[in-house]
């Protein structure tokens, strides 16, 4: 093969990104037709074999799905992930307010709360915790357990801080997107950012449980930059 050549699966997996960033960044919804094969196969200038492929690649994700005849065509079968959170892609139905609104209010609290559980977290707050992190090492293949784990982790940590108003704002919030949740996946190749969730939230309990406000300052900015929301 010469020295610049793309291998056709891996032009394929670039081109099934580009549909979905492209899909993305017009926020069609389910239903938009994106243009007849030939058409794509021109516009990413791409071979029939390779467009073939990238479909493929996008069915199997129910990303679109190729409907046959003269009103036929590409069609998005169901938008991209409205929010991702660290690894995890996240769809949600029947919100009235963009879900990026509400991780952004949870981010938010998520930083307010840890330095004040720290100072007023009982045993029993910090062995819910606990067992919540557990719950999130053991869900490396659900992502659904992983987020409802986390969530449940971090709800620990806001009633621990015992600022009961804000702790009832936060848990609407987590109500709200545990009740609408429809879908959940993992990112490819994102084994490493869990990893590294993983172990932030580690140390997040333990901070708290050992009363480390030193600890905690650099734990809730490495959480901060950890949970990266793309919309």
Excluded: C
Excluded at 1 to 25: G, K
Excluded at 115 to 128: G, I, K, N, Q, Y
Excluded at 183 to 207: D, M, Q, W
Aim: aromatic residues 4%; without cysteine.
């Amino acid at each position: 093969m010469p020295a610049d050549a793309t291998p056709r699966s891996s032009r394929a997996q670039q081109v099934a990104a580009e549909i979905e960033a492209w899909i993305l960044a017009e926020r069609l919804p389910a239903g938009s037709r994106l243009g007849l094969r030939t058409e794509l196969i021109s516009r990413f200038e791409v071979s029939p074999s390779v467009m073939n492929e990238a479909l493929g690649i996008l069915r199997e994700r129910d990303l679109i799905t190729v409907r046959p005849g003269p009103n036929g065509g590409v069609f998005v079968a169901n938008p991209p992930p409205q929010v991702r959170l660290g690894g995890v892609d996240l769809w949600h139905q029947g919100l009235t307010v963009d879900p990026e609104h509400l991780f952004e209010a949870r981010a938010y609290l998520d930083t307010l709360f840890p330095p004040v559980a720290l100072r007023r977290a009982s045993p029993e707050d910090v062995r819910a915790m606990e067992w919540a992190l557990h719950d999130m090492q053991a869900a490396t293949d659900d992502p659904h357990a992983y987020l409802a784990a986390n969530m449940r982790l971090h709800l620990a940590i806001a009633r621990a801080s015992r600022i009961e108003v804000l702790v009832g704002l936060y848990q609407t919030i987590v109500s709200i997107l545990s009740a609408t949740l429809t879908k959940a996946t993992y990112v490819e190749g994102s084994e490493e950012l869990r990893r590294h969730n993983l172990e932030v939230h580690g140390n997040l309990v333990a901070a708290i449980r050992e009363q480390d406000m030193v600890a905690m300052e650099k734990i809730v900015a490495l959480h901060r930059q950890d949970m990266v929301r793309i919309t």
